[in-house]
């Protein structure tokens, strides 16, 4: 998984701080190494996963809260990282980063749907399903006339929706 080798990459800077042969060479190599998990996952991820998970209905204004929320942590993440590097060392903070890449991993394997293979409209099902919450679908089948949801004729509280198969 891409979070594993971003953090080893970051656990390998971390190292680089403690040892003192070829230090710079294994600092350049961890970076590198992070960056390039970086890029094959987590950095287009932040704009695939939202993309993929949220309804056409909302999906504008959600993209527009993802980015927000993108942007304020890259703000956070840039304006604090060298006071909190010198205040923790440069060793505990890869070794922060690394930590917390690890736990990002943990999320997206423990609470994160797979999206392959799966049209817009399953993912609506899926969580209107686990939210409880059918608005969206209900939305969904008032903007698009007589829309339903695919392998469903009615709601968990028994109100009818249409069989054809169509969403979008």
């Not at 829309?147 to 509280?157: K, L, V």
């Amino acid at each position: 998984h891409e979070s594993t080798g971003m953090s080893a990459g970051l656990f390998l800077a971390a190292l680089s701080y403690v040892i003192d042969v070829g230090s710079t060479v294994l600092a350049i190599l961890a970076i590198a190494l992070y960056l390039g998990f970086f890029s094959y996952g987590m950095g287009p991820g932040a704009w695939l996963i939202p993309a993929e998970v949220f309804s056409t209905t909302i999906r504008a204004k959600a993209m527009s809260v993802a980015t927000f929320l993108n942007r304020l942590t890259a703000t956070v993440v840039t304006s604090t990282f060298l006071t909190l590097a010198n205040s923790i060392t440069w060793q505990g903070f890869f070794s922060l980063y690394g930590v917390i890449c690890l736990l990002v991993m943990l999320f997206f394997y423990n609470f994160l749907p797979e999206t392959k293979g799966k049209s817009l409209e399953d993912m609506s099902l899926y969580f209107a399903e686990i939210t409880g919450d059918m608005s969206v679908l209900e939305a969904e089948k008032r903007l698009h006339g007589n829309a339903t949801i695919p392998g469903r004729s009615s709601t968990q509280d028994g109100r009818n929706l249409p069989t054809n198969g169509i969403l979008a």
